[in-house]
């Protein structure tokens, strides 16, 4: 089974609509909705915006549903000039931006139980998110992508981000917060983003304008790996 967390409800109801043998069932206030896609078993949820839902959400998947992935996609501002609107930002490893315990001594982004940094994604399914961007001929890029509670909207942020995580090509709200609780769960994750944003002054009326079709490149992507993953 591949477990699918997404942010949104625009992210979320095209996949749900494509599925069969549906059941939801309500839990902590998230529904999870299960059945096949493309002949893969899938459970799908909209945890909402921000890092507790993101975690949270995981959390409940992985006790309830015991998934053999978790893949969660949506949408994200881009980082760097190689990744326009639209474009697909493809995490090889997820940090959290906003988590700073540097004081104690420790670098920037330190998750303590973990003791990482970075949150590393799993291979294969990069790799196959790869591949399913070249079959639909969607430009991507692969590097970290840089998780915090905050809807990064200037340059300044931009920057500062850019300093302490230099490879990071998209900030989002949820990736990182995803990956942590399957790190701790032994779950192999991936992080899929495609751009509806520069991140800079722009980017609440570029998000408003191209959310939807950044969120439809992510679901052609994720449907061709889907065919993939067993």
């Known amino acids: 089974m591949v477990g ?39 459970v799908v949820c909209v945890c909402g915006i921000g890092k507790v ?22 949408v994200g501002g881009t980082l760097t000039d190689k990744l326009g609107i639209g474009d697909v930002a493809i995490a ?10 540097t004081p104690l001594g420790d670098p920037r982004g330190y998750i303590d139980v973990i003791k990482e940094v970075y949150l590393k994604c799993d291979e ?6 790869e591949k399913a961007c070249a079959a ?22 931009k920057n500062e981000i850019k300093s302490h995580f230099a490879d990071c090509v998209c900030c989002d709200m949820e990736g990182a917060a995803v990956g942590q609780i ?18 800079g002054g722009e ?11 950044a969120a439809n490149n992510s679901i052609k992507v994720l449907e061709k790996v889907l065919g993939q993953l067993d």
């Not at 949104?8 to 896609?37: H, N």
């Open 53 to 74: 839902f993101a975690g949270a959400c995981a959390e409940i998947m992985v006790l309830r549903y015991s998934p053999d992935y978790i893949i969660n996609t949506g």
């Open 203 to 213: 980017s609440p009326a570029d998000y408003n304008a191209f959310a939807r079709t």
């Open 136 to 157: 639909e001929k969607i430009s991507c890029v692969k590097g970290t992508i840089a998780t915090g509670d905050q809807f990064i909207h200037s340059e300044e942020k």
């Open 124 to 129: 294969r399914v990069v790799s196959l998110v």
């Open 4 to 42: 699918l967390i997404v942010a949104m409800k625009i992210e979320a109801e095209e996949i749900i609509k494509k599925l069969t043998d549906k059941a939801s069932q309500k839990i902590s206030g998230i529904e999870f909705t299960r059945g096949k896609l493309y002949g893969t078993d899938v």
């Open 92 to 101: 090889v490893s997820a940090v959290q931006h906003d988590m700073d315990t």
């Open 182 to 199: 399957c790190l701790v769960n032994k779950v192999p994750f991936a992080v899929i983003r495609a751009i509806s944003d520069n991140a």
